[in-house]
């Protein structure tokens, strides 16, 4: 089936095939379940209503899928059977991930992780489609103006899921469902280790390792959902603000470069900045530092679980680290800037090295303070400078 998968029945982890398209290449297919929506569901905490309706008329998220799943290339060349045993093995990994994950971040809350969904290109992009349309409202505003503007964002939005589509290895959606979503894109995944030349099933445990991290982080701490859209609802409550305001903070946004000036964000994270009021910047800011210590925190996790876990953790590490920092094409180049791609890897390199110093110096059950509230969050400048969080918050 080359079309997008359907969601997942929110019991338990769908059950996975893959198809081949009809160019050589395999598709990766999920069977629905008898029972499925074909919806991704928020939950009662997180209701979409909630949200002010200027990020909603945006975007036609509907419209971002069907160009995102038009414009996404195709996946590695591979035979139905080895993608039938990624599809399992990814499963598999999902499910064996939370013990070493638990025992290493010593997060036990006592939640069980959802088992994951194992999808392709085209199923990533209809699920973040899907839940962003959850998290912002509904997708197009109400009226020809709504209408108007949220076609050409659509489309735009849709060119992004599907150059993003290509480079993400799995995510956590903290907002679909009651337990959230564990994605793994199963044809990059395959991509990667192969470019990498590492064992295929230590590197597909590893990447389970991350994503699982993720689940047990917003169990542990309930509160880091809503916490997350608060934020999101204060940048989507700029709606009416005059052009001028925002054009003039762009135009000191470039001056303040041209004096050497550094921007916290990169590509359009860092235009999107440029152009905000204070309230919104700080909100974006706030997030900004989330991502880095939830990515951080995740990298340090995965990697501590060591070879008695992953046999070739080190050697992954490495590959991986190295294939991050070499150049890709001009083409490729041009979008990670756009998208601020670099600047986030950088973020999350930092975040990492903010939690091994910690857990370091503390100890992992002093560390697992930070996840008390909002307030015990690191700030912007102690990412760099783990000492001081260690202070403020640990005294």
């Not at 880095?292 to 876990?309: F, I, Q, W, Y």
């Not at 307030?375 to 005294?395: A, K, S």
Request: charged share 25%; with cysteine.
């Amino acid at each position: 089936m080359t079309g997008p998968e359907h969601p997942a029945d929110r019991r338990g982890a769908e059950t996975g095939r893959a198809d081949e398209n009809g160019s050589g290449r395999i598709e990766f297919a999920a069977h629905p379940t008898a029972d499925d929506s074909g919806a991704l569901v928020t939950t009662e905490t997180l209701q979409p209503s909630r949200l002010k309706n200027t990020l909603a008329g945006s975007v036609d998220w509907s419209l971002a899928a069907r160009t995102g799943a038009a414009l996404v290339p195709s996946g590695p060349r591979t035979s139905r059977y080895s993608a039938e045993q990624a599809v399992l093995e990814l499963s598999a990994a999902s499910r064996r991930a939370e013990g070493p994950v638990r025992e290493v971040s010593r997060l036990l809350d006592g939640s069980a992780v959802p088992e994951a969904r194992v999808v392709d290109r085209r199923g990533w992009i209809t699920a973040a489609a899907e839940s962003m349309a959850q998290l912002t409202g509904t997708g197009v505003a109400a009226g020809d103006k709504g209408k108007f503007i949220g076609k050409p964002a659509g489309v735009q939005a849709g060119a992004m899921l599907a150059f993003l589509s290509t480079a993400i290895l799995g995510q956590y959606d903290p907002f679909s469902g009651p337990d959230g979503t564990l994605l793994l894109v199963a044809p990059n995944i395959m991509a990667v280790e192969r470019a990498l030349g590492v064992q295929p099933s230590d590197f597909r445990l590893w990447v389970c390792l991350h994503e699982v991290t993720h689940r047990v982080q917003f169990s542990s701490a309930p509160w880091l959902a809503e916490y997350m859209q608060r934020n999101v609802e204060v940048l989507g409550a700029a709606g009416d603000e005059p052009i001028a305001d925002m054009l003039g903070r762009l135009v000191e946004a470039v001056r303040d470069r041209r004096r050497g000036i550094e921007d916290p964000a990169g590509g359009m994270v860092g235009l999107l900045r440029a152009t905000q009021a204070e309230p919104q910047r700080a909100a974006l800011d706030r997030l900004l530092m989330l991502g880095t210590l939830l990515e951080g925190h995740a990298d340090h996790v995965m990697d501590a679980v060591g070879p008695a876990v992953v046999p070739s953790v080190t050697r992954i590490r490495s590959a991986f680290d190295q294939r991050r920092k070499r150049p890709g094409n001009p083409l490729q180049r041009l979008l990670r800037a756009l998208l601020g791609m670099d600047a986030k890897v950088a973020q999350y390199v930092r975040g990492k090295a903010f939690v091994d110093e910690v857990v370091g110096t503390v100890g992992m059950d002093h560390f697992n303070t930070i996840w008390t509230d909002a307030e015990t969050l690191p700030r912007t400048d102690e990412i760099g400078e783990p000492q001081r969080w260690v202070d403020r918050v640990l005294g």
